[in-house]
C-alpha cells in the first residue's frame, strides 16, 4: 500500500531529522553546511555496510504499490500505471504540500522563522526560542523530505546508497538556488527548469555534465536572485515606470 509506504517514510524522516537537528540546530551558516553534509555521508557509508537491511550497492527493488487500496491487476503495464495512476496520485500530493506549506509559511510559525532568517538576533530580543523554531523547521523539512522520497523510490523502482550521497542532496539545493530560496515558488520553478534541462543535456551529448553545469552556472550569475526573483524584480520595474 502506497500509504503504508508513505507513513513509514515519514515516520524514518522524522526519527532521522530529531537526531540530526538536536545536533545540528546548535550552530549556523557554514558550520550547519558542514555538520549537516558530514552526517549525510555517515548515513551513505552505514547504508553499504547494512547489506541486509538496504541491499548494499545493489539496493532495494521497490514493487508497484496499490494507490488508496484499489487493487493493481497482475498483467498491467507499469509505464501505463505510472503515466496515468501514479502521476496523478503524485500531482494531489503535490498539491496538497504545497498549499500546506504555504499554511506554515504564513502562519506566525512561518513569520518567525523569516524573523530568524533575516535578523537572528533582533529575533531573540523579541522572544523567539531560535534553536526550538529551527528544530521544528529541522522536523518540518524532513517529514516532507520522507515524502517526496516514497514517492520518488516508486517511479525509480529501485532504491540504492547512492541517493544518500551528497551530490543527490545538492541537487535539491540548486533547485532552491536556481528557482530563488527567497520566494515561495523559486524552488518549485527551479526544479522544474533543472530537470527539463537535465533532460534536454543528456539527449543531446555525451558530454550532458559539462553542458548542464556550464548553462546552470551561466543562469546562476546572471540571475543571482533566482529565476522568479529575477522576474518579480523586472515585473516591479516595468509596473513602476508605467
Not at 84 to 90: E, F, L, M, P
Not at 94 to 120: H, Y
Not at 154 to 183: C, H, K, Q
Not at 214 to 228: D, E, N, Y
Request: charged share 10%; hydrophobic share 55%.
Amino acid at each position: 500500500s502506497m500509504e503504508l509506504f508513505l507513513l513509514g517514510a515519514i515516520l524514518a524522516s522524522l526519527l532521522v531529522s530529531a537526531l540530526f537537528g538536536y545536533v545540528c540546530v546548535r550552530y549556523t551558516r557554514i558550520f550547519f553546511g558542514i555538520l549537516t553534509l558530514a552526517l549525510s555521508q555517515v548515513l551513505w557509508s552505514l547504508a553499504f555496510k547494512f547489506y541486509p537491511i538496504t541491499g548494499g550497492t545493489d539496493g532495494l527493488r521497490v514493487p508497484t504499490p496499490t494507490l488508496l487500496g484499489l487493487p493493481i491487476e497482475a498483467s498491467a503495464d507499469k509505464i501505463l500505471f505510472l503515466a496515468n495512476n501514479y502521476y496523478y496520485y503524485v500531482l494531489g500530493f503535490f498539491l496538497a504540500c504545497a498549499l500546506t506549506m504555504w499554511i506554515i509559511v504564513n502562519s506566525p510559525f512561518g513569520k518567525a522563522l523569516q524573523a530568524i532568517r533575516d535578523n537572528e538576533t533582533r529575533a531573540e530580543f523579541i522572544g523567539v526560542h531560535i534553536r526550538r523554531y529551527r528544530f521544528v523547521a529541522f522536523l518540518v523539512s524532513g517529514a516532507f523530505t520522507g515524502i517526496a522520497g516514497a514517492l520518488w523510490v516508486v517511479l525509480n523502482g529501485l532504491t540504492t546508497p547512492d541517493i544518500l550521497y551528497w551530490p543527490f542532496s545538492g541537487e535539491i539545493v540548486f533547485m532552491a538556488v536556481l528557482g530563488g530560496f527567497r520566494t515561495f515558488s523559486g524552488p518549485i520553478i527551479g526544479a522544474i527548469v533543472f530537470n527539463y534541462l537535465k533532460t534536454y543535456a543528456v539527449g543531446y551529448t555525451v558530454y550532458w555534465q559539462l553542458l548542464l553545469g556550464a548553462v546552470l552556472v551561466g543562469l546562476v550569475l546572471s540571475l543571482p536572485t533566482g529565476i522568479v526573483g529575477t522576474a518579480s524584480r523586472l515585473v516591479a520595474r516595468f509596473q513602476g515606470r508605467s
